[in-house]
């Protein structure tokens, strides 16, 4: 074992400590929307601080799936984020390729310009980009949201799927154009069905991505017939009336569902893909 791979007791401790503390701020928040979530109308504005509500119950679930409006929410959230990320990985897999197979000038600056624009917040472009979308008709559209969409996930796709192209060898490229295939045809039938593996992982993470996806929507559409899950919460409570806390929370926790249930069944693939990239010297 090498000196840099080499840890001492303390030093696992402490890297454990820091999990923990990460781990601890990350999921207060998920423990308090699950403890609001079954928590009666009466119960939630006590004033005493109790993780597990002193009368528990499930009706606060029943009552948001009950609602035709908040299943529908769910569905345009899954349109958006299936046609978002699946626009991503069409536009950012020839990107990635050329980043990892080609030389040019100013390649490196033009990665970092990518990684740049995946910095930009939809906020900072809110007011220029929904004079836009409304001059070439498409607000009110899911089109248009889930062009939005692609653009946003894009760089991210990009990065990615370069990591898992620089992993598989040049010699397959020469041997497909060796066979008679063009870089493109070469592409498309010899390096595309090997980094399927990749592919998956980032078409899955930037559904997740878009699953979440809240200031585009917010911007373009206004009518909840249209909303996905993550705006059509934050419109919910005009739904009921009086105290609906407990009843956003639910729903909270509901929406949160589907990403975790993803993530969770194909992890492996993510993290495969993910590290895929790092053997490459």
Not at 97 to 110: E, T
Not at 142 to 162: C, D, I, R, S
Not at 174 to 198: E, H, K, N, Q, S
Not at 243 to 266: E, G, K, M, N
Request: include cysteine.
């Amino acid at each position: 074992m090498t000196p840099l791979t080499r840890r001492t007791p303390g030093t696992v401790l402490g890297l454990y400590l820091v999990y923990a503390v990460i781990l601890l701020i990350f999921l207060t928040p998920v423990v308090w929307l699950l403890s609001l979530s079954i928590r009666t109308a009466a119960e939630v504005f006590v004033s005493e601080l109790r993780i597990i509500p002193r009368a528990p119950t499930l009706q606060n679930f029943i009552y948001v799936l009950r609602n035709p409006q908040f299943l529908g929410y769910l569905w345009n959230g899954l349109v958006l984020s299936v046609i978002g990320a699946a626009g991503s990985v069409l536009v950012g897999a020839p990107a990635a390729y050329a980043f990892s197979r080609y030389r040019f000038r100013f390649k490196s600056q033009l990665l970092l310009a990518v990684l740049a624009f995946q910095m930009i917040s939809p906020l900072v472009i809110m007011v220029p980009l929904y004079q836009y979308m409304q001059a070439i008709g498409l607000t009110e559209s899911t089109f248009g949201a889930a062009l939005v969409y692609v653009a946003v996930a894009a760089p991210l796709a990009t990065w990615m799927l370069k990591g898992f192209f620089d992993s598989i060898p040049l010699e397959l490229d020469d041997a497909a154009m060796i066979d008679g295939c063009t870089r493109f045809a070469g592409f498309i039938r010899v390096i595309a069905p090997l980094a399927l593996p990749g592919v998956m992982a980032t078409f899955i993470l930037t559904t997740i991505l878009g699953w979440s996806q809240f200031v585009v929507p917010f911007i373009l559409m206004s009518r909840p017939n249209m909303l996905p899950i993550a705006v059509g919460i934050f419109n919910f409570l005009g739904t009921y009336t009086g105290s609906a806390t407990q009843l956003i929370a639910a729903a909270s926790v509901l929406s949160l569902l589907p990403a975790i249930a993803i993530f969770l069944i194909f992890q492996r693939y993510i993290v495969g893909a993910l590290t895929a990239g790092a053997v490459k010297e």
